[in-house]
């Protein structure tokens, strides 16, 4: 298998490793979904395959191991999106465990909880209203912010 910036050509070998013949398969005809190009790992006849879906259908390519499959999913990912794809062939767990994370933080917003950094933080960040100490004009911020006055360019602590 061949990938350059413009295709995947796959060498065909006979039988006692002379070539046969090639196939092109232009890159820009691979589905792209959700900002990943559509080159999968997948198993064919019990063996690693690399499952590469395109506009006008599917192709799969046996490897001999899932670690090379693996690779040429990633170099291809690369290659169309610009971008390593680092989840793109995982089991699953990460994605499921960040769906898991913002269902219940969805949740936590819904009900009012809130985690103790948040609630140190809210604390933190209580507005204030006073007069400047030089000039008297209304100024306000949150506690311990330090402003300056906009009318007589006093720098003040909150």
């Known amino acids: 298998m061949i990938l350059t910036s413009q295709n995947l ?3 065909k070998k006979g039988t006692f490793g002379n070539k046969k013949g090639f196939k092109v ?5 691979i589905k792209i ?3 990943q190009a559509q080159a999968l790992l997948g198993k064919r006849n019990g063996s690693p395959a690399l499952d590469v879906y395109f506009h006008n259908g599917t192709e799969h390519f046996g490897f001999p191991n899932k670690k090379e499959a693996t690779f040429w999913s990633k170099k291809i990912n690369e290659v169309i999106t610009g971008a390593p794809a680092a989840s793109l062939n995982s089991s699953g767990a990460e994605k499921v465990a960040g769906v898991m994370k913002d269902t219940v933080d969805a949740f936590k917003d819904a009900f009012g909880f809130k985690s103790k950094g948040e609630i140190a933080a809210a604390a933190a960040a209580v507005p204030v209203a006073g007069d400047c100490g030089s000039c008297g ?3 306000s ?3 311990g912010q330090a ?3 906009s009318y007589c360019d006093t720098a003040i602590r909150l």
């Open 25 to 29: 398969f232009p890159l820009r005809e």
């Open 33 to 35: 979904f959700q900002g």
């Open 141 to 143: 911020g949150v506690r």
């Open 137 to 139: 004009a209304p100024v």
């Open 147 to 149: 402003i300056v006055c």
């Open 9 to 11: 050509v796959l060498i």
